[in-house]
């Protein structure tokens, strides 16, 4: 038994490596999301400019960035929710109005088509879009808003959950 334990050690040294350099090829980069997320990949950067369809408007998009750079407010209020659910929050922006002056729409329109990257579409009266509790909101609690939401979101402080759209690709502004 002594003769083969000198045999023995280096092949079982060589299997010990053959296993080791076969497991460390090239891996592909893990996704930061699950497989039931994946749906959501891209979605964060494609919200980062918003379309405006208006034949009257000076700019067809808004870059998200130079809505942070516009008047900053904070509206104190409560998302309820369709399934009854209340959060209660400080969600900080700039207010709709200014953003869409800012982009060359001027009142005269019935409605805001707010539609959402999945395809989720809200519709915003005149009156409540140039309400002051009407923002573009891009924190939340002093927080940037979670990715999932998108890098802004519609808060409308006086109203339900459904106006409360996120991850917006696009404003169609409805005369």
Same mark, same amino acid.
């Given at each position: 038994?002594?003769?083969?334990?000198?045999?023995?050690?280096?092949?079982?040294?060589?299997?010990?490596?053959?296993?080791?350099?076969? %497991?460390?090829?090239?891996?592909?980069?893990? @996704?930061?999301? *699950?497989? &039931?997320?994946?749906?959501?990949? =891209?979605?964060? !950067?494609?919200?980062?400019?918003?379309?405006?369809?208006?034949?009257?408007?000076?700019?067809?998009?808004?870059?998200?960035?130079?809505?942070?750079?516009?008047?900053?407010?904070?509206?104190?209020?409560?998302?309820?929710?369709?399934?009854?659910?209340?959060?209660? %929050?400080?969600?900080?922006?700039?207010?709709? @109005?200014?953003? *869409?002056? &800012?982009?060359?729409?001027?009142? =005269?329109?019935? !409605?805001?088509?707010?539609?959402?990257?999945?395809?989720?579409?809200?519709?915003?009266?005149?009156?409540?879009?140039?309400?002051?509790?009407?923002?573009?909101?891009?924190?939340?609690?002093?927080?940037?808003?979670?990715?999932?939401?998108?890098?802004?979101?519609?808060?409308?402080?006086?109203?339900?959950?459904?106006?409360?759209?996120?991850?917006?690709?696009?404003?169609?502004?409805?005369?």
């Amino acid at each position: 038994m002594r003769r083969y334990v000198p045999l023995v050690l280096p092949l079982l040294l060589a299997v010990c490596m053959l296993v080791a350099v076969c %497991g460390c090829g090239e891996k592909e980069e893990a @996704s930061p999301f *699950l497989e &039931s997320e994946k749906r959501l990949e =891209g979605m964060y !950067e494609e919200c980062m400019t918003i379309e405006i369809d208006d034949p009257l408007g000076e700019r067809p998009e808004i870059d998200v960035e130079d809505i942070k750079t516009m008047e900053k407010v904070d509206v104190e209020t409560v998302l309820v929710r369709s399934n009854g659910m209340e959060k209660p %929050g400080v969600w900080t922006g700039t207010p709709l @109005s200014g953003v *869409l002056q &800012s982009h060359g729409v001027e009142g =005269g329109f019935t !409605e805001i088509r707010m539609e959402a990257w999945d395809g989720y579409v809200a519709k915003i009266p005149y009156e409540m879009a140039m309400r002051p509790d009407t923002i573009m909101a891009w924190e939340e609690d002093g927080a940037p808003l979670p990715q999932e939401e998108g890098p802004v979101r519609l808060v409308v402080g006086s109203e339900d959950g459904f106006y409360w759209i996120h991850r917006i690709t696009r404003m169609e502004i409805v005369r």
